[in-house]
T-cell receptor, first 113, second 114 residues
Framework: DAGVIQSPRHEVTEMGQEVTLRCKPISGHNSLFWYRQTMMRGLELLIYFNNNVPIDDSGMPEDRFSAKMPNASFSTLKIQPSEPRDSAVYFC???????????FGDGTRLSIL | AQSVTQPDIHITVSEGASLELRCNYSYGATPYLFWYVQSPGQGLQLLLKYFSGDTLVQGIKGFEAEFKRSQSSFNLRKPSVHWSDAAEYFCAVGPSSNTGKLIFGQGTTLQVKP
């Protein structure tokens, strides 16, 4: 079975540019999570969706960050404009329901120059 | 407030030796508890989970963990470590309500000496 698929795996761009990260959850999973991982702050939950609806976006750092889930098989995390401090590894995870374990993608390593 | 503490940031063990990684949580109700492992350049992989029932749970790769409510702990153990176990390990706690949100510890990096 295919796991959680994230793209791109690596992204290098200049500050001020728009960045879009993509995630395809495991088929049949109805919860989707976006995390950010840095050395300083560890693993932080940015936002999660249940049945395509954002439930908690309290972890989104600021208005430059936005996330959408237009359907059950696709989600995006967008940063506009990007800043060097946004450099991190961004993970997407999905779960069958909110009481089941989360399955993680391999992440997108983002570098903002 | 809900929290997870992994007291050991870095642990080094010899190959073949036993391993115990500590995890303490703070949570008001019965928690769901998880251990994940992250190898370099990869995402987190679920090792094992505790929801209810037997407090000793078995996971993949020969790992086990024991839930001790009185100590608010969920320590991960392995009787004999292999070099391929070198990775970062994360303990996480989930709420019993229907929200799905996990709280992760800061992680413990395991180094295995030959």
């Amino acid at each position: 079975d295919a796991g959680v698929i994230q793209s791109p795996r690596h992204e290098v761009t200049e500050m001020g540019q728009e960045v879009t990260l993509r995630c395809k959850p495991i088929s049949g999973h109805n919860s989707l999570f976006w995390y950010r991982q840095t050395m300083m702050r560890g693993l932080e939950l940015l936002i999660y969706f249940n049945n395509n609806v954002p439930i908690d976006d309290s972890g989104m750092p600021e208005d430059r960050f936005s996330a959408k889930m237009p359907n059950a098989s696709f989600s995006t995390l967008k940063i506009q404009p990007s800043e060097p401090r946004d450099s991190a590894v961004y993970f997407c995870a999905s779960s069958y329901n909110s009481n089941q374990p989360q399955h993680f993608g391999d992440g997108t390593r983002l570098s903002i120059l | 407030a809900q929290s997870v503490t992994q007291p050991d940031i870095h642990i080094t063990v010899s190959e073949g030796a036993s391993l115990e990684l500590r995890c303490n949580y703070s949570y008001g109700a019965t928690p769901y508890l998880f251990w994940y492992v992250q190898s370099p350049g990869q995402g987190l992989q679920l090792l094992l989970k505790y929801f209810s029932g037997d407090t000793l749970v078995q996971g993949i790769k020969g790992f086990e963990a024991e839930f001790k409510r009185s100590q608010s702990s969920f320590n991960l153990r392995k009787p004999s470590v292999h070099w391929s176990d070198a990775a970062e390990y994360f303990c996480a706690v989930g709420p019993s309500s229907n929200t799905g949100k996990l709280i992760f510890g800061q992680g413990t990096t395991l180094q295995v000496k030959p």
